[in-house]
Structure formats: C-alpha cells, structure tokens
C-alpha cells in the first residue's frame, strides 16, 4: 500500500525471488507450509499502520470493559464451561479488512475477533524471510522490515512471546495443545513453536489424567503438563466426537493459555457489542427483529463460533434466516458487508485485497494485553479463505512491514 515501496518491489519482483523466499521460509521453519504463501509482503504507510494499532487497541480496550466481560460470558456453552478462567484473554486477534474510506484514504474494517491463539511463531520467521529477500530488493531502504508494534524489536517480541506462552515453566512441561498436530494446515506455526521457544506439539488423546494432574510421556519419561497453549478448535472437537483423558471442564492443574472460555467470549460473538468508527454494525440474529429489505446487498450472515469462514452466507436472502432453528439464532449473527479495496497491485496489474491481524499477547503478570505483531491475508476471491482463491496468484499468507 506503500506506493513507492510498492513500485519497487514489483519492478524487482520475478518469481524465483518468491520461490526463493518461500525455500527459505521453509528453512527457518523446519517444515513445509500447509497453507499458499503469498508472493508478496504488504508494506504498510505510517497513517495505516497508526490506525490499525489505534482501532485495535481501542476495540480491546472496550472489549475489556466489565460490563462487556460480564455479557460475553454468557456465550460460555454449560457443556464447555471450564474453571479458572482468568481476567483477560492472554492471546487475542483483531482482525480488519482494508477498504478505502470516505475521504479516499485506505482504512481499517473489523471483521471478526478472536480469544485465541494465531501463528505466532510463523509470523516471525516469515518476517525473517522476507527480511532477507527484501535486502535484495534495488530500490527498497536498506534497513530491518518490522512486523511488529509497541515499539518492539524482533528481540522484544520473543520476550514477550515466551512471558505469554511459557513464563516461568520449564518448556518440558508446557505443550502445544491441539488435535492430529502434525496433520493441521498449521503445522509450520508448531514447528516454528517448537524452534523459537522449545515447546512441543501434542494431541490431547497423548495425555495421562492422575486425579488433577496432566501428564505427558517423552522419550520414555512422566512429565507433568504445568502449561497448555492451547490450540484445539472447539468446532472441530465437537465435530469429531473425540474421547479426551480428560474433560476441559475438569479443574486441572494447569495453567491455561489462553483459557478455553475465551474461545467463546472474545469472539465474532462480542461484535454487537462494540462501537467505534472501524467496526461495521452487527447483530444477533436473535434480536434482529424485521429483515431488512435490502439484506442480500448489503448485509453477511455469520456463524459466531467457526474458523477461516466456514458457514458464512455473503448473500444471504430471507429464507436463509428463516431456516436457522430458533434454539440456535442466537449463535448467528448479521453483519453490515464489507467491500476490501484491490488496493495491493500485483505485477500482473490486478488488485488484491488484505485482511491484516493485529496480534495481542498477555503475560500473567500483565493487566493489559499488548499489541505484539502482525500476519495478513491477501485474495482476489470473493472471500479471503483459501477455497476461495485456488486459482489465483498474488494471494495467501503475508504479513504486513515497515522498515524499522
């Protein structure tokens, strides 16, 4: 979006830079990517970057408000509900699509959030890649492209990025949690985990449950499991019907991160609860009340608990509400649309739109979350999710810089 850093790159660009820079991620990683990798960073103007920190931190701010915690507690199913949540998500995404305001100028939209974790780990070493590509790039600065914000350097972020996800614990006894690891799309991000900060990627069926304790067996030896990074979609475990040693409402003596409540609560359930100039206006089917007549134009409707866009209806007509079970409206919801801006130009002269995620990270001993880095989605699709842009270039994974 930068134009000269733009003009730059693609008068540079051939695809063995993108081939080289994607061996090299692989490199760093130790594995292959599950997912496409865009050939492309997106280089971010000052003025985009100040509002995309600015919105996000203002949309967890409001989100961390007690009488929104208070609201958002009840999207907790009883079924899911486990003991010992904490008084802040440690990991959150705010995630907005780019469109172009009114003035012209490109600004942030949200489009969902999440309690979750994100690729982390990935996320630095695709900025050290494209670091190294870029040094060959004529016409770019000749300095250090930072994803980061907070005015941390590459340094800083690990820092915080093990206070959040290991503190103090022996990494031997924090495990990456999630199903069928090796088998996720994601599986770089737990590689990447693994090389960063020492942590090992483990199926929850792998555990031992002894009264309330975790434990774990490596290379023929018990270690207790003290730290979960937690990892498991709660769709996909509910999809699956999987039987787990243990149940996630059991009071476990582990320390959660981030707390599986916030899977629910920090999620596209708080939308409606929000106000502030980036967030499109949103609300639960339950409390819609009359269709809005121009629905399919203007309007999406949202699944609250899914992930990379499963179930979302981008024209959706009145029948289509109508068919939802009254039990479950209330875990839909419908959203004013959102109209990306083509506004990275690929070499081939076409446009494509950017998704970025703004990355926030909480150490136990940290009130506040801090805005840590971030990744970004390109597509010239009609939805930013991978089934929607196979035949596409210029498109996938990215992450958005500036020089430092």
Not at 21 to 41: H, I, Q, V, W
Not at 133 to 143: E, F, I, M, T, Y
Not at 173 to 186: A, F, H, I, R, Y
Not at 216 to 240: A, H, M, S, T
Request: hydrophobic share 45%; net charge neutral.
């Amino acid at each position: 979006m930068h134009p000269e850093f733009r003009a730059a790159f693609n008068a540079a660009f051939t695809p063995a830079l993108a081939s080289a820079y994607a061996r090299d991620l692989a490199r760093r990683a130790g594995s292959e990517p599950g997912f496409r990798l865009a050939e492309t960073p997106v280089f971010l103007t000052k003025e985009l970057a100040a509002a995309l920190a600015d919105g996000a931190r203002a949309i967890v701010a409001q989100l961390s408000r007690p009488e929104a915690l208070l609201r958002m507690k009840k999207a907790i199913p009883a079924r899911w509900a486990a003991p010992g949540m904490d008084a802040l998500p440690s990991l959150a995404q705010v995630d907005f699509a780019i469109v172009k305001g009114k003035d012209g100028r490109l600004v942030p939209r949200l489009i969902e959030l999440q309690g979750f974790p994100s690729l982390s780990a990935f996320e630095v070493l695709q900025s050290d890649a494209w670091n190294e590509a870029l040094s060959r790039v004529d016409g770019l600065p000749k300095a250090t492209w930072s994803p980061y914000f907070s005015f941390l350097s590459r340094d800083g972020f690990l820092a915080l990025l093990r206070r959040t996800i290991v503190g103090d614990t022996d990494p031997e006894e924090v495990v990456l949690l999630d199903l069928d690891p090796e088998k996720q799309k994601t599986a770089i991000d737990f590689s990447a985990t693994r090389s960063l900060l020492g942590i090992d990627a483990v199926d929850p069926r792998s555990l031992v449950k002894e009264g309330a304790r975790l434990l774990r067996v490596k290379n023929g030896r018990r270690l207790p499991v003290k730290r979960i990074y937690n990892r498991v979609v709660f769709d996909e475990l509910i999809k699956k019907d999987l039987e787990l040693p243990f149940d996630f409402c059991d009071d476990l003596e582990v320390k959660w991160v981030p707390h599986p409540n916030w899977y629910w609560t920090w999620s596209k359930y708080s939308l409606p609860l929000l106000t502030h100039e980036t967030v499109p206006k949103s609300t639960y089917l339950s409390e819609l009340g009359a269709v809005p007549k121009d629905l399919t134009e203007r309007y999406v409707l949202k699944p609250l608990f899914s992930f990379a866009g499963g179930g979302v209806n981008v024209d959706p007509r009145p029948e289509d509400l109508a068919r939802i079970p009254e039990r479950e409206r209330g875990s839909w919801c419908v959203q004013e649309k959102i109209a990306y801006d083509p506004c990275v130009l690929a070499v081939d002269g076409g446009g494509v739109k950017v998704e970025v995620r703004m990355m926030f990270f909480r150490p136990d001993a940290d009130e506040a979350p801090t805005l840590g880095l971030n990744l970004c989605r390109l597509s010239r699709g009609k939805m930013l999710g991978v089934d929607f842009n196979k035949d596409f270039t210029w498109v996938g994974s990215s992450v958005a810089l500036q020089p430092a």
